[in-house]
T-cell receptor, first 113, second 118 residues
Framework: AQKITQTQPGMFVQEKEAVTLDCTYD???????LFWYKQPSSGEMIFLIY??????QNATEGRYSLNFQKARKSANLVISASQLGDSAMYFC??????????FGTGTRLLVSP | EAGVAQSPRYKIIEKRQSVAFWCNPI?????LYWYQQILGQGPKLLIQ????????DSQLPKDRFSAERLKGVDSTLKIQPAKLEDSAVYLC????????????????FGEGSWLTVV
């Protein structure tokens, strides 16, 4: 079974700075996918970025990038140039093939002016 | 393109009462999911449908929870009778197919139905 660990319950960052949110995972399947979602106070889970286990390059989507270190089973999310609207909960998740998406416990990010 | 629609947004009920949540997925999405998110935790999958068939309901408390997707589109999640520990956000999500991950085939979530059991 997959397991996701997010060790940072909360993170603070100043506007315009970069921040890294940590995520480690545990799966025995050689083929898997890693996801990051953002959950604002409204409750909706917003898809941010995806990394496949066989992808050679780290995924990037605008200000979001994924620092994928396969040997360490680490998939950290980097947000560059933080904005006030980035304040939210961030969840890392993993799935293998047709199996369910398993989420971590999340990290709350607060961006200050 | 319309997103995943859920109703009601908020519901407060007494324990032992029943409640039902409705979900309309993104048009054309064959796979539908119901997740339960307890405060302070990540979402946990309750049930996954592929069209109108159940793919995974291993974590659904079947003595009190039921879900259906009769015509392969809308879905209803019911809790009867509710317990205090059922207080959570119930998130509906959908994807084009079950093997999510590549561009254009990820899981999209609704805003959730917030349930408080008193």
């Amino acid at each position: 079974a997959q397991k996701i660990t997010q060790t940072q319950p909360g993170m603070f960052v100043q506007e315009k700075e970069a921040v890294t949110l940590d995520c480690t995972y545990d799966t025995s399947d050689p083929s898997y996918g890693l996801f990051w979602y953002k959950q604002p106070s409204s409750g909706e889970m917003i898809f941010l970025i995806y990394q496949g286990s066989y992808d050679q390059q780290n995924a990037t989507e605008g200000r979001y990038s994924l620092n994928f270190q396969k040997a360490r089973k680490s998939a950290n999310l980097v947000i560059s140039a933080s904005q006030l609207g980035d304040s939210a909960m961030y969840f890392c998740a993993v799935n293998t093939g047709f199996q369910k998406l398993v989420f971590g416990t999340g990290t709350r990010l607060l961006v200050s002016p | 393109e319309a997103g995943v629609a859920q109703s009601p947004r908020y519901k407060i009920i007494e324990k032992r009462q029943s409640v039902a949540f409705w979900c309309n997925p993104i048009s054309g999405h064959a796979t539908l999911y119901w997740y339960q998110q307890i405060l302070g935790q990540g979402p946990k999958l309750l049930i996954q449908f592929q069209n109108n068939g159940v793919v995974d309901d291993s974590q659904l408390p079947k003595d009190r929870f039921s879900a259906e997707r009769l015509k392969g589109v809308d879905s209803t999640l019911k809790i009867q009778p509710a317990k205090l520990e059922d207080s959570a956000v119930y998130l509906c999500a959908s994807s084009q197919g079950p093997n999510v991950g590549g561009p254009g085939n990820t899981i999209y979530f609704g805003e959730g139905s917030w349930l408080t059991v008193v």
